[in-house]
């Protein structure tokens, strides 16, 4: 079955902007967290949605946000982009939520660059 | 606070040769440990997982050894082979508000033909 799909793949802003990524999860999985990776912080837990809920959230400004969609399609929104926000941001399937056990697949990521 | 810390930035070893990656955590609420293999510009690959039940699980190549009361995990590779060559992370994560992933830094694995 398909993977963890995420769009756009690559994509270059001006600071200041706004963007939205997109990720479909694995089909039947109805958990989608974000990370953050970053070649200082290493990777990052941003936040986790799980039916449309959002179930946790890392230690991120609220310029990050995120949802989830009725069929479990995801996005994230970045806004007032700085410099420092230029990652890898990937975004992760699981069938269940804070369940042992559950493992967690990653999408190939979209790869941010803040001008 | 570095809850996952994988202390060796690098590893290099022979074709053939057994690689062991190691992993140290300061959480005990931690119960589920993965590995992740990464090539640059790619997401994480899911590669072994060990629940905090158990002290060993095999797949493969693949072996990862808990030792819970030393918070100690690793990852051993046998045979290595050149396309095992990546970033290596450990994972671990618990319930709850523990239930995100929390990640080490990665070490990169060099596996020389």
């Known amino acids: 079955k398909a993977g963890v799909t995420q769009t756009p793949r690559y994509l270059i802003k001006t600071r200041g902007q706004q963007v939205t990524l997109s990720c479909s999860p694995i089909?039947?999985?109805?958990?989608v967290s974000w990370y953050q990776q970053t070649p200082g912080q290493g990777l990052q837990f941003l936040f986790e949605?799980?039916?449309?809920?959002?179930?946790n959230k890392g230690n991120f400004p609220g310029r990050f946000s995120g949802r989830q969609f009725s069929n479990s399609r995801s996005e994230m929104n970045v806004s007032t982009l700085e410099l420092g926000d230029s990652a890898l941001y990937l975004c992760?399937?699981?069938?269940?939520?804070?369940?042992?056990?559950?493992?967690?697949?990653f999408g190939e990521g979209s790869w941010l660059t803040v001008v | 606070d570095q809850q996952v810390k994988q202390n060796s930035p690098s590893l290099s070893v022979q074709e053939g040769r057994i690689s062991i990656l190691n992993c140290d955590y300061t959480?005990?609420?931690?119960?589920?440990f993965l590995w992740y293999k990464k090539y640059p510009a790619e997401g994480p690959t899911f590669l072994i997982s060990?629940?905090?039940?158990?002290d060993k699980n095999e797949d493969g190549r693949f072996t990862v050894f808990l030792n819970k009361s030393a918070k100690h995990l690793s990852l051993h590779i046998v045979p290595s082979q050149p396309g095992d060559s990546a970033v290596y992370f450990c994972?671990?994560?618990?319930?709850?508000?523990?239930?995100?992933?929390?990640f080490g830094k990665g070490i990169t694995l060099s596996v020389r033909p």
């Open positions: 060990i629940s905090s039940i158990k």
């Open positions: 959480n005990s609420m931690f119960d589920y």
């Open positions: 089909s039947g999985h109805r958990s």
């Open positions: 949605y799980f039916s449309e809920t959002q179930r």
């Open positions: 994972a671990a994560r618990g319930t709850g508000a523990n239930s995100k992933l929390t």
């Open positions: 992760a399937s699981s069938s269940l939520t804070g369940a042992t056990g559950n493992t967690i697949y």
